[in-house]
């Protein structure tokens, strides 16, 4: 069936650079995207989500970015700190309730001091 | 609560056994899902709930798997007959019914099937 991929399951970076983790789906009807952050243990936290009729949206130190004509989505994480190491996930789904999101497999982001 | 709060946060049982899992959802929110994520993966659908409507069953993957949802608040997950392949952790997430999205989770139960 239809999933959310990633392009790399793990990234590491140093403390302070930009990170950028990627993300592909495959369902041309997905118009909600979001994205969640994993820490051990923990359940998936809401990071930002972005609808189809936009290709840009920016939270605190984190931005989204949407292209519907290749199917991607990145997430953005600006001045990467420690506390931002995480399993990453992408998710899709309609824009609507009772829709269950789709998830990919996520990304471990490891950030060094 | 403030949160989607799940109990217990770890269950360790023995093949065949039943299991329940609980989930409470934020206050006000009307929907409620469950995911399951074995390890190292992404998260799969199990079941929807939306106010008394009938739920949404399409990703339970056995009839060993069932849910309800009492007063449209708190639901527990059952698991019956329980297999080694039932390890994993159990999301429950809820959202609001208007836009409907995000879905905010809780920690989940970790549940081991020996």
């Known amino acids: 069936g239809e999933s959310v991929g990633l392009h790399l399951p793990t990234l590491s970076v140093q403390e302070g650079d930009n990170s950028i983790i990627n993300c592909a789906y495959s369902n041309s009807a997905s118009d909600y995207f979001i994205w969640y952050k994993q820490e051990s243990g923990k359940g998936p936290q809401f990071i930002i989500d972005?609808?189809?009729?936009?290709d840009k949206r920016q939270g605190q130190r984190v931005t989204v970015l949407l292209n519907k004509t290749v199917k991607h989505l990145s997430l953005q994480i600006a001045a990467t700190q420690p506390g931002d190491s995480a399993v990453y996930f992408c998710?899709?789904?309609?824009?609507?309730?009772?829709?269950?999101?789709?998830f990919g497999k996520g990304t471990t982001l490891s950030v060094s001091s | 609560g403030a949160g989607v709060s799940q109990s217990p946060s770890n269950k360790v049982t023995e093949k065949g056994k039943d299991v329940e899992l609980r989930c409470d959802p934020i206050?006000?929110?009307?929907?409620l899902y469950w995911y399951r994520q074995s390890l190292g993966q992404g998260l799969e659908f199990l079941i929807y709930f939306q106010g008394n409507s009938a739920p949404d069953k399409s990703g339970l993957p056995s009839d060993r798997f069932s849910a309800e949802r009492t007063g449209g608040s708190v639901s527990t997950l059952t698991i019956q007959r329980t297999q080694q392949e039932d390890s994993a952790v159990y999301l429950c997430a809820s959202s609001r019914t208007i836009g409907g999205q995000p879905q905010h989770f809780g920690d989940g139960t970790r549940l081991s099937i020996l």
């Open positions: 206050s006000g929110h009307t929907a």
């Open positions: 972005i609808r189809s009729n936009m």
């Open positions: 998710a899709e789904t309609l824009n609507q309730a009772g829709t269950a999101l789709i």
